[in-house]
């Protein structure tokens, strides 16, 4: 079966209103021909609304970097799945490396948020990754395959056929160092056949794969030219409208 790809911008803290309004304007025309793939932005929370508006009447999804897995209350600094929908959000991104080793998020706390984005009605992108001691330790397929079992803990069947999984080694994220084709499709297929042999068939069929590392136009084309990686999740390449349309049009 074909899965859509996926591309999709992680702005980390990057842009402000006018920047953002500014980004939109300049990628839509560029990308008007885009039928066959999906495009997601991830702004920073302030800057939602300001992307909302600008897409009006294009297919560009929109979704949030991350969010907290209580409703409401008393979590001062947080956002909840709940206000991500009413900014209409589709997507968050969940246990990025920076969200992992700045903000010491460790696993418990990202599948509380994976489940609780489920429930709310977003689309998780889990990422899991090794650092660089652990690949040169040869433990990328131990860290990774112990990051989806607990992140993926309790989570139905059927929510993980329409997630999406990246992986992202973090020692090629902004560094420039990108993973090598193999590398990379080698941890997505161990990806794929570890959500085959706990969620079921369907599920590792549907499900889709993104690569994350230092994507740049230059090397899109040789991530997408591997069988089973869907789409590239880009930091710092898809800040530019320019890079970032390259990229979709890989
Ligand atoms: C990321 O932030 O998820 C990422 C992959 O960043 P970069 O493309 O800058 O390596």
């Not at 609304?49 to 297919?59: I, L, P, Q, T």
């Not at 460790?106 to 994976?114: A, C, H």
């Not at 433990?139 to 992140?151: A, F, G, P, S």
């Not at 959500?195 to 599920?203: D, K, L, V």
């Amino acid at each position: 079966m074909s899965r859509r790809p996926l591309i999709a911008a992680n702005w980390k803290m990057h842009k402000v209103t006018a920047e953002a309004k500014a980004f939109v304007t300049a990628l839509l025309p560029k990308i008007a021909e885009v039928r066959d793939r999906d495009v997601l932005v991830c702004p920073p929370f302030p800057l939602i609304a300001s992307v909302d508006d600008a897409r009006k009447g294009s297919k560009l999804s929109i979704g949030a970097q991350n969010m907290y897995f209580e409703e409401k209350g008393a979590f001062t600094g947080e956002v909840s799945a709940t206000m991500l929908k009413d900014l209409h959000c589709e997507f968050v991104i969940l246990g990025h490396s920076e969200r992992r080793w700045v903000f010491g998020e460790g696993d418990e706390l990202i599948n509380k948020k994976t489940i609780a984005a489920i429930n709310a009605g977003l689309i998780p992108i889990l990422c899991v990754g090794e650092k660089l001691d652990e690949r040169e330790k040869n433990m990328t397929e131990q860290v990774v395959l112990n990051q989806l079992d607990k992140n993926l803990k309790s989570v139905p069947e059927h929510a993980v056929a329409s997630m999406i999984i990246a992986y992202e080694p973090v020692w090629a994220i902004g560094t420039g160092r990108n993973a090598s084709t193999k590398d990379a499709k080698d941890a997505i297929t161990l990806i794929r056949e570890f959500i085959h042999s706990r969620f079921g068939a369907t599920s590792a069929e549907k499900v889709r794969i993104l690569y994350g590392g230092s994507v740049k136009p230059e090397n899109m084309k040789q991530y997408m030219d591997q069988e089973g990686i869907d789409g590239a999740l880009v930091g710092g390449a898809s800040l530019d409208p320019e890079s970032f349309a390259k990229l979709i049009l890989y």
